[in-house]
């Protein structure tokens, strides 16, 4: 069977031959009739099997076949997400090589990098667009893109687009899109779960499925080290000095952990470089290109270079660090034996990993082949969660106090592993005397003396028992009578006709009117006024609204 066969258009033919294809796969050969005829599909094939080219293909000649109309604005038509920026890259690539000399204009956004570049391949006009969630949700938000003639909507790597990672994203932006459109999904792998949640976006759907889901290639020599964790770099660097190893993808489960095993193959003579989510964009762009070149022979990366990079004639992959999802093991040494080519995977298994490692054999179906080495694995003992977390801190303490930072250090370990004793606390604010507190605590209550005619003396505590605080009696009203005489000292109270007035506060000052003399003290004379200069309260005082101005003007 050939690509005439798909009744795609000559100049597709043409740029499909030039690209090296001469057959189509299983899954192109099932899923391009269904997509040009405008069904909804779910596509679950192996890694290497060519399922950007099943969706990449349809959706050109759909552009082709409804041509933007000289007098009328290109708008966005065709909407694919990708959980990686590298594969957008990719998808993005494969567009420009399809629809060469086509009147269609593919655009890629993604994050990591200015996104002016970006807006402004979106105001010269873009009917396809490939792009990473959150950068699209950010421009949305911004009023750049709108989704309103969105006619194809494709979820590439659709297992992870739909786990927790992206699927509130996906949601926000599935929400967005017209009532009528035609939706794609394709994966490696489809976990039951994750298929439940993709029939929430797809409608009446063709569900083809190529080979056993979440298999893996035949052609791909898989193989099992059992090695402890501290020899992992000496076994690594000696695979990786063997003849046939031209180069080779080295997996790990974390950034720092990618990191330190290229400090580690620099040390032993092999040059490395690393590809991860702390990397800037232009530095993941550079290392992937020095590799793809052939410059450097080894590229450590975690899992985002797992889905949908395309490497041609990737000898080795090497698991240096057990995947915590199954899935990955299958995306990861999917990365070798692509296109019909042969390949080898190779895995690192310490004794912290055989869980997953039996997670892994579960999914694919079958054993892994043991292989021995000069560093068998010795430790059969798990670590201790414990102590692994405590040793993660000291790492990180480590780290940071190299770039002039620091970090709480945990709690001291004893020989056993377990948390050493708190320290009794020192001498502050908040503790002024420890010592004397814990004796206190410690010691117990002595006896009442029995001796006739003593009082008992209560045992000292650390605790003291709060003082009693009398109640203050009401100044005025019910039970105001027995209040006792206040012995503070009083203003003196004015004579001379003068009312007496209790503001506010319990201030006393004096009225316009004039009563009999309360006391015998002598009278306080009223200050003059500023104004008139005659005896009296004083001038009175001038409310100012800051809106209005002082009394109300504007």
Not at 76 to 96: H, K, S
Not at 207 to 230: C, E, G, H
Not at 389 to 407: D, P, W
Request: one cysteine or more; hydrophobic letters at 35%.
């Amino acid at each position: 069977m050939s690509f005439e066969t798909l009744n795609l258009i000559p100049s597709i033919l043409k740029n499909v031959r030039a690209a090296g294809y001469e057959t189509p796969t299983p899954i192109q050969r099932a899923t391009i009739p269904l997509v040009s005829a405008g069904r909804d599909v779910l596509g679950c094939a192996q890694t290497g099997t060519g399922k950007t080219a099943a969706f990449a293909l349809p959706m050109i000649q759909q552009m082709v076949n409804k041509p933007v109309k000289g007098n009328q604005p290109r708008v966005i038509r065709q909407l694919i997400l990708t959980p990686t920026r590298e594969l957008a890259l990719q998808i993005y690539d494969n567009f420009v090589l399809y629809g060469k000399n086509l009147p269609t204009v593919p655009c890629v956004i993604f994050g990591g990098v200015n996104q002016q570049s970006q807006v402004d391949a979106l105001h010269r006009g873009a009917d396809t667009v490939v792009a990473c969630p959150g950068r699209l949700w950010d421009l949305m938000n911004q009023g750049y893109v709108r989704l309103d003639w969105v006619e194809t909507f494709v979820l590439d790597e659709a297992d992870r687009m739909l786990d927790m990672g992206f699927i509130h994203d996906v949601r926000r932006i599935a929400a967005k899109l017209p009532g009528k459109h035609q939706t794609l999904l394709f994966s490696a792998t489809m976990p039951p779960e994750v298929e439940k949640l993709a029939m929430d976006l797809l409608h009446d759907p063709e569900t083809v499925k190529v080979d056993p889901v979440s298999s893996t290639v035949k052609k791909i020599d898989q193989s099992l080290y059992y090695v402890d964790k501290a020899n992992k770099k000496f076994l690594l660097a000696k695979l990786l000095r063997e003849s046939d190893v031209e180069n080779a993808l080295v997996f790990s489960r974390t950034k720092h952990g990618a990191d330190r095993i290229v400090r580690e193959m620099k040390r032993e003579g092999i040059d490395a470089v690393a590809i991860h989510g702390d990397k800037s964009q232009n530095q993941r762009v550079n290392a992937l290109n020095r590799f793809k070149s052939g410059e450097c022979r080894v590229l450590v990366a975690t899992d985002i270079a797992a889905r949908g990079i395309d490497i041609a004639g990737l000898s080795h992959v090497f698991n240096y660090d057990m995947p915590m999802e199954p899935e990955a093991y299958v995306h990861r040494i999917g990365r070798t034996g692509r296109a019909g080519r042969d390949g080898t995977a190779i895995s690192f298994c310490c004794i912290d990993e055989v869980k997953q490692l039996e997670q892994v054999e579960k999914l694919i179906g079958k054993r892994l082949p043991v292989k021995q080495s000069e560093w068998p694995m010795e430790i059969t003992t798990p670590t201790d969660p414990n102590v692994k977390e405590a040793a993660r801190q000291l790492a990180k303490a480590a780290r940071l106090a190299k770039l002039g930072r620091t970090a709480a250090l945990p709690r001291k370990l004893t020989s056993t592993g377990e948390a050493a004793p708190e320290r009794k606390p020192r001498k502050g604010p908040d503790n002024p005397e420890p010592k004397a507190a814990a004796k206190a605590a410690q010691k117990p209550a002595k006896a009442p003396e029995k001796a006739a005619g003593k009082p008992v003396k209560p045992a000292k505590t650390a605790k003291t028992a709060e003082k009693a605080v009398p109640v203050a009696k009401p100044r005025f009203g019910p039970g105001a009578e027995n209040r006792a005489p206040v012995p503070s000292v009083r203003p003196a109270i004015p004579q001379g006709g003068q009312t007496i007035v209790i503001g506010k506060g319990g201030k006393l000052q004096a009225a316009g009117s004039k009563t009999a003399s309360a006391g015998t003290a002598k009278p306080a004379q009223p200050k003059p006024s500023a104004k008139s200069g005659k005896p009296g309260i004083g001038r009175p005082v001038q409310r100012v609204n800051r809106a209005r101005g002082r009394n109300g003007e504007r």
